[in-house]
């Protein structure tokens, strides 16, 4: 496919994700600048992000380090907001707060004292989602919602870790609004401790309008956006 014709392809696909966006805020009552659509780039080239970048998306998701460290090096001067929305591991704290402006996918006290380091070390303000486990199924990563006050506490300690909000990957077969309607919860209960932590980073390609639905303010696109991704083995 040449680079004209995947630029319309993701041109479309974006203006139907937007209409997806626009009319779950219709059926709600809700704003569509109450919400930042994260495009997650993961698997796809820095060609696309580029070409999402001309049709104004500023906010790209990835879950590797190494393949995020490359693009966000590609395009350091593109004015994009890098989101690590993926499991991180405590080693790759320091290549992480290079260049990310959030991670979504803090669930641990190691991993807030690594990052707060690594974003000293950077001389960088990183946003920061705790991410919460909302069935006890570990490959997806969280916390179990009992554990969010005290990493929420740790992270709000810290001078270059800014507690913004919490976030979730809703089990595979899992009723996305029992999920969502648990997770705004658990955020409305942080923000009696932390009212500035507002953010709800919820909602992928199949269930965005049920994510908008239950209060997300962060929604994190892949599939719709850029098309199925090959099966990464690793
Ligand atoms: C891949 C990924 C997404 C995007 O998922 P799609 O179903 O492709 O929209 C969102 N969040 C996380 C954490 C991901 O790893």
């Given at each position: 496919m040449g680079a004209d014709a995947r630029a319309i392809e993701l041109r479309r696909n974006l203006l139907t994700v937007e209409a997806r966006l626009a009319q779950a805020c219709a059926g709600v009552g809700r704003r569509r600048d109450e919400l930042t659509l994260i495009a997650v780039t993961k698997t796809f080239p820095v060609d696309d992000v580029v070409r999402l970048a001309r049709l104004g998306v500023r906010d790209i998701g990835e879950n590797r380090d190494q393949e995020a460290a490359a693009k966000a090096a590609d395009?350091?001067?593109?004015?994009l907001r890098w989101h690590f929305v993926g499991?991180?591991?405590?080693?790759?704290c320091r290549s992480v707060a290079q260049y990310a402006s959030a991670v979504h996918s803090v669930d641990r006290l190691r991993l807030v004292d690594a990052l707060?380091?690594?974003?000293?070390?950077?001389?960088?303000?990183?946003?920061?989602?705790?991410?919460?486990?909302?069935?006890?199924?570990?490959?997806?990563?969280?916390?179990?919602?009992?554990?969010?006050?005290?990493?929420?506490?740790r992270i709000a300690s810290t001078s270059r870790l800014h507690l913004v909000g919490v976030m979730t990957v809703p089990p595979l077969h899992a009723d996305a609004r029992a999920a969502f309607d648990r997770l705004a919860t658990i955020s409305a209960d942080l923000?009696?401790?932390?009212?500035?932590?507002?953010?709800i980073?919820?909602?992928?390609?199949?269930?965005l309008e049920v994510a908008v639905a239950a209060g997300a303010t962060h929604v994190r696109i892949g599939t719709a956006l850029l098309g199925g991704r090959p099966r990464v083995v690793r």
């Open positions: 395009l350091t001067d593109a004015g499991q991180l591991q405590v080693n790759k707060a380091r690594a974003a000293d070390a950077a001389d960088r303000v990183i946003d920061v989602f705790v991410q919460v486990d909302l069935d006890g199924e570990p490959t997806r990563g969280g916390a179990p919602a009992a554990f969010v006050p005290e990493l929420a506490g923000r009696r401790e932390h009212p500035e932590a507002a953010a980073s919820a909602g992928m390609s199949r269930d």
